[in-house]
């Protein structure tokens, strides 16, 4: 016994007590990478009927999605990666991935601020092509990143997570490729 408990060295403790709040993060992205799939659904919907469109409180909402989803979810996923993947210690690999990963938050942020405006002020009268376009490049391009980010964390940081966590992160996975 070492007298912090159990005869396990505290370093073992550590890493695991790490795992464990890695593990937590994880399971949270994943759950608003469901989230965002869904919208992704749902904005895919909307192209398909096009040049209708839905009714104009359903467009507020997704609009507010838009906005208010994927800012917090780009800073929690962010530190999600720093923590498992510390740029210090990296690998040009790891560093070239982490830093393909913040370009495309970059660029989903600005896409899902453009659409969303188009969003507000949609009325029916405009070009259904001109907002087709913008809601696939938006969907396709979210999906994209969602599944290169799922694979990095799963290629780059796997060894490091339980049976149950590679799980999850594999199934997400595959149910983003059915969509897509």
């Not at 912090?4 to 505290?10: A, I, S």
């Not at 608003?32 to 895919?44: G, I, K």
């Amino acid at each position: 016994m070492n007298g912090y408990g159990e005869g396990e060295p505290v370093g073992a403790r550590f890493c695991e007590s790490w795992r464990q709040r890695a593990e937590a993060r994880i399971g949270a992205v994943v759950a608003e990478h469901v989230v965002l799939r869904a919208l992704c659904d749902r904005l895919e919907a909307m192209a398909d009927g096009l040049p209708g469109l839905p009714p104009e409180e359903e467009r507020h909402a997704l609009a507010r999605q838009l906005t208010t989803l994927l800012t917090p979810h780009h800073k929690r996923e962010a530190l999600l990666l720093e923590d498992l993947l510390p740029e210090d210690g990296a690998a040009p690999m790891e560093r070239a991935l982490l830093e393909r990963i913040r370009g495309q938050h970059v660029a989903d942020a600005v896409h899902a601020q453009d659409l969303a405006a188009v969003l507000e002020t949609a009325s029916g009268e405009g070009d259904g092509q001109a907002l087709g376009y913008m809601l696939r490049c938006f969907f396709d391009g979210c999906r994209r990143a969602l599944a290169f980010e799922e694979l990095t964390i799963l290629n780059l940081a796997r060894r490091r997570f339980s049976p149950r966590t590679d799980a999850l992160l594999t199934a997400c996975l595959c149910a983003g490729q059915e969509i897509a």
